[in-house]
């Protein structure tokens, strides 16, 4: 439903519930404005719900350096050691 339509479906149920003083017999307004009242005050709850589980996010930092190295491995007997890093370029392309 959404912040919009659950706040107009408040709104909509309190002018029914407090400010409209109609007749129509077999149609109390009054109860009319408080489902729909109710109706909205869900719609939001949910909305908030649904909104606050899916704003779960890992924020990671940034490296600090120029180069990142990467976990040293202890090389196999005989192979060349070779160090690996990666290099951040900052704006206007400088290394």
């Known amino acids: 439903m959404g912040f919009g339509g659950s706040i107009f479906l408040i709104a909509l149920g309190a002018i029914f ?32 719900h649904f909104w606050n589980s899916r704003r779960r996010t890992v924020v990671a930092a940034p490296a600090r ?8 491995v202890v090389p196999v007997q005989g ?12 704006p206007g392309g400088t290394v």
């Not at 350096?65 to 040293?72: A, F, K, L, M, N």
């Open 17 to 48: 519930a407090f400010a409209v003083e109609a007749d129509l017999g077999w149609l109390n307004l009054a109860v009319v404005g408080w489902v729909l009242m109710l109706a909205g005050v869900a719609g939001l709850l949910l909305t908030l």
């Open 65 to 72: 350096g120029d180069r990142v190295v990467t976990e040293r």
């Open 79 to 90: 192979e060349p050691v070779v160090q690996e890093y990666r290099e951040v370029r900052r």
